[in-house]
C-alpha cells in the first residue's frame, strides 16, 4: 500500500472526509424553496390632498412706539480676579516647593502654588513651563537663582582614590605562605 500520509494524520483526514459527506447529505435533503404562487398586492393609490389657496394676507398693524430708556440701576462692585507673578523654570531640579520658598518664603505655600495652576502636574515640572505665584503669597519678584536651587540637593562628594597599602617592614625571615589549590585524592 502507498502510504503519502504520516499515520498520525491519517485519522484526522477521515474525519474530514465524514464531515464533508454529512453536509452534502444534509443539504440533498434540505427543501427546495419555492416562489409563492400569489402575486403580490399591487400597492395602494395614493390619496389626493387639495391643497388650500393663500388667502389674503392682512395688512401689518403699525409697530407700537419703543418703550422708555430703562433706569440704570446701580451694580455692586466687582472684586478684580487675583493678580499673579509668573515664574518661568529655567533650571532642572526646580520643584514647586522651592519655587514656593524663594518667592513666598515658606515651602509649604507649594499647595498654594498648585491650586493657583490647575493645569500643571505639582510633581512633574519641566524647563519652560510657568508657574502663576498668586500676589498675595510674594514676598520677592527677584528671579530665582541657580545657587537657590542647588542648595536643595546634596552636594556631590569628590572620591578621594584611595591610598596605597603601607608596606610591612620586612622580616629577618620571610616566611613562605601557605599554598592552597585543589586537593589530591588517591587514584584507584
Known amino acids: 500500500m502507498n502510504e503519502r500520509w504520516p499515520p498520525s494524520f491519517r485519522p484526522k483526514v477521515q ?16 427543501p427546495a424553496v419555492r416562489k409563492p404562487d400569489t402575486p403580490a ?8 390632498i387639495e391643497t388650500p389657496k393663500p388667502a389674503a394676507l392682512p395688512k401689518p398693524e403699525p409697530a407700537p412706539p419703543p418703550p ?10 466687582v472684586e478684580p480676579a487675583e493678580k499673579h507673578f509668573v515664574h518661568t523654570v529655567k533650571y532642572g531640579g526646580e520643584t514647586v516647593s522651592i519655587i514656593a520658598a524663594w518667592y513666598t518664603g515658606d515651602l509649604e505655600n507649594w499647595k498654594a502654588l498648585a491650586s ?33 536651587v542647588d542648595g536643595f540637593y546634596p552636594k556631590a562628594r569628590t572620591k578621594t582614590p584611595p591610598s596605597k597599602p603601607v608596606p610591612s617592614p620586612k622580616k629577618e625571615k620571610e616566611e613562605e605562605p601557605d599554598l592552597f589549590g585543589p586537593k589530591q585524592y588517591p587514584r584507584r
Open 41 to 48: 398586492p399591487a400597492p395602494l393609490p395614493k390619496p389626493e
Open 15 to 30: 474525519w474530514w472526509a465524514v464531515g464533508l459527506m454529512l453536509v452534502m447529505i444534509c443539504l440533498g435533503c434540505a
Open 68 to 77: 422708555a430708556a430703562p433706569t440704570p440701576v446701580a451694580l455692586p462692585p
Open 116 to 148: 493657583a495652576n490647575p493645569n500643571l502636574n505639582p510633581n512633574l515640572i519641566f524647563e519652560g513651563n510657568k508657574i502663576l505665584i498668586p500676589e498675595s503669597l510674594l514676598k520677592t519678584r527677584e528671579p530665582m537663582p541657580k545657587e537657590f
